[in-house]
Each structure stands twice: as C-alpha cells, then as structure tokens.
C-alpha cells in the first residue's frame, strides 16, 4: 500500500473532524484516492492543486487552516469548559495527525504514486499541528472557530442562517478625517467591551454623510484580532434578536450587533423587541454582544403633530414612551453636519491621501461648488468631490 493511500485510509476514520471531508480540497483527494485509472487519477490531482493554487499555494497552511476552522465537538467543549470525554481527546490528537501527514504530501509523492515525470508543484512547509491547535485552543476569545474565525461581518439571512458576508467593507479607522472625539468614544467603549468591562449599547445618531455606518465596521475590523465580530440585523428582523443572542451566548468571541438607519413608526412590533434587549432582558441579550445602532433621528420614534395632541387618556406617558427609547442606549454619539472648515480639512486630507495638485485655493472655490450641487456639506459629500477629480 503506499503512502498516499495509507494517509487517506486513516482520514476515512475521521470523526472528530469529519466536516473537514467535506472540503473541496478533500473531496479531490478522495478521488484521487478512488480512482482506478491513471487518466481518472492525473484529473482528480489537476483539481487537488488548483484547489490548493485557489488558496493560496501552500497545501499546509490550506490543511492547517480548514483543520483550525472546523467547529467539532472538541472545540466547542473546550470554548464552553465543558468537561471531553478521553476517548475524543485521544481521537482529536490521532486525527491531527493524519491531517498532518497529509499536508506534508508532495508533488514528488504523487509523481511517485501515478509513475510519472511531472506533477504541477505547490508548497508544503513543516508544521506540528497538535501544537498549532493547542494554541488556537489557548486563544478561542480571540480566533474563534467555524465561520467566526475567517470573517468578521455576518447578517442573518430571511431563513434565520448566521451567514459571513464575504465582500464586507473594510474600511479602516485610519482612513477618517474629522470626528475623532465622537469616533474615539466609539472605540473606548469598544475596548472596555473587549476587557471585559461593562460595554455600553450605542447610538450613533446625527446627519447623513457623516461617517456614522462606516464608523462602527471600521471598529469591527480593527479589533478582529481581538475577538470582535459584527452582525447585522436588518430592522424587520429584530424579531429573531433572542434567535441570535442564543445562538451566540456560548460563543468565546465578543459580537457587536449592529442596526443600521434604525427608526421606528407608531405601534411598530419591533419596537418592543429593541426595548427589551436595551433594557438587558435575559430572553433578548447575550452577555457576549452589545448593540450598535446608527440613526438620522435623534428620537428614534417617528411622530407628527397629531401624536402630541391625540386622544389617548396617558398621553404624557405614552409621549415619554416613544421619545425615551435613544435614552435605553448607555451611550449616544451625535455626530453632527460639518462646518465649512471641517468639511475643508476633510477635502484637503483627501486630496492628498490621493495624489490630487491642485492650489488650495481653487480646490476650495470647486469643494464649496459641489457641496452646493449637493445642497449640504458632509464627509460623504467630500469623499464624491474626490472621487470626480480622479
């Protein structure tokens, strides 16, 4: 029996990571396994490697990766201090070893194993995986595992599914001009969340264009590696908000749950839902999440004149109800409309993070222009001024 075929026996009695099999790169090696013709095994290694090219070249850093990703029943017992079983602590040490053995597999193996001149190369690298998984073990409020360790945004899909969104913005925190102080409470507030201090659900209220959204996923990608993780909810979908709070609650990462442009009609159902999870009911929120929310209105319930001389006999108290619900976040960032002079700075950083010469006095003359087009300043507004330089 050769080698190739040894290593893929042992994987078959994968049971810890079984999920694993299921990956491309393992289905091809399967095939490759099972195939009884040369020509069936030169195709089946041709989609081996490309799946191997597709990420990234190295076979081990793939094998390595999709082994530290996988959610089995070890990692979550170890994330949830639950006591393991013996016999699936000694099954998850020999199944890293077989994965092991595997990622160590080189063209030279193959080119061996189908007795040919050539085989299409790629890259192996030593690695211990046992202590590779020791560590991500060691660091799970951190890395996480399944899908919360490669991503960072996630929003739930209208069959309630905890899905990554791949193509997420990821922006930065350095690419901002204005608005430190109102971003840095966002930041600390973060950080106390992280530490494991008392972290406050935010608002962040105030005039379109000023970076209130792009705020809250540039803090999310900056401390990826410090276990935070964003997932946002759609405002007809806070009614599967404890859905979420108890699919994450056992999760070691932290989770910012984030409502974008959130406002609220009369008699709005998801209203209540939103109070209860501000107000830190048990069927509503998770001690791992907090909520971050963006909003063009300060009072987050929309209201006409009517509503204020209505018929109903507690009209005070139902006024109070509807203008109090921003009150429930701990904490609330107005970011504001720019001045002339911000929105300037704003422009004049741009420029020349993007290479544009131009005098300031004729960049100014042409910024001042085009906000008027717009009918307002805003750092989105400067943001589109650049760009129809370039």
Do not use: W
Not at 279 to 288: I, L, P, Q, T, V
Not at 343 to 352: S, T
Not at 359 to 379: C, P, Q, T
């Amino acid at each position: 029996m050769s080698k190739i075929q040894e290593i893929y026996l042992r994987l078959c009695m994968t049971s810890v990571f079984s999920k694993v099999l299921e990956k491309p790169l393992l289905v091809h090696f399967s095939s490759y396994c099972n195939a009884q013709k040369k020509d069936e095994k030169i195709k089946a290694y041709a989609s081996f490697v490309n799946e191997i090219y597709t990420q990234g070249g190295s076979l081990t850093d793939l094998v390595c990766r999709l082994v530290l990703e996988d959610e089995n029943v070890y990692i979550k017992a170890m994330a949830g201090h639950v006591e393991i079983n013996d016999h699936v602590k000694e099954a998850t040490m020999v199944e890293l070893k077989a994965f092991e053995e595997l990622s160590q597999l080189t063209p030279e193996d193959f080119m061996q194993d189908m007795e040919i001149p050539y085989a299409s190369p790629y890259a192996t690298s030593p690695l211990d995986f046992a202590t590779a998984y020791e560590n991500r073990v060691a660091n799970l409020d951190r890395f996480g595992y399944g899908i919360f360790s490669s991503y960072c945004m996630f929003r739930l899909s209208d069959d309630k599914v905890i899905e990554p969104i791949v193509s997420a913005d990821r922006t930065s925190i350095s690419k901002f001009v204005g608005y430190e102080s109102e971003r840095q409470s966002v930041i600390d507030n973060t950080i106390a969340f992280i530490e494991g201090r008392p972290g406050a659900n935010i608002l962040l209220c105030g005039d379109a264009g000023t970076g209130k959204s792009s705020t809250v996923k540039a803090v999310a990608n900056h401390f990826f590696d410090r276990g935070i993780r964003l997932i946002e909810l759609r405002k007809d979908q806070l009614c599967h908000l404890p859905y979420v709070m108890g699919k994450i609650s056992e999760n070691p990462l932290k989770f910012i749950i984030f409502i974008d442009d959130l406002s609220f009609n009369k008699n709005d159902d998801n209203f209540s839902m939103l109070k209860a999870a501000l107000e830190g009911s048990a069927s509503a929120k998770a001690d791992n999440a907090v909520i971050y929310a963006t909003s063009n209105r300060r009072h987050i319930i929309k209201e006409t004149f009517g509503d204020r001389v209505g018929d109903d006999v507690h009209r005070n108290d139902t006024l109070q109800e509807n203008l109090s619900l921003s009150e429930r976040f701990g904490l609330i960032v107005l970011f504001q409309k720019p001045s002339k002079a911000l929105y300037l700075e704003i422009v004049h950083e741009l420029a020349k993070r993007n290479g544009i010469e131009m005098e300031i006095s004729e960049l100014d003359v042409k910024a001042e222009a085009f906000a008027l087009r717009r009918g307002n300043r805003s750092a989105r507004c400067a943001e589109q001024f650049i760009e129809s330089l370039m």
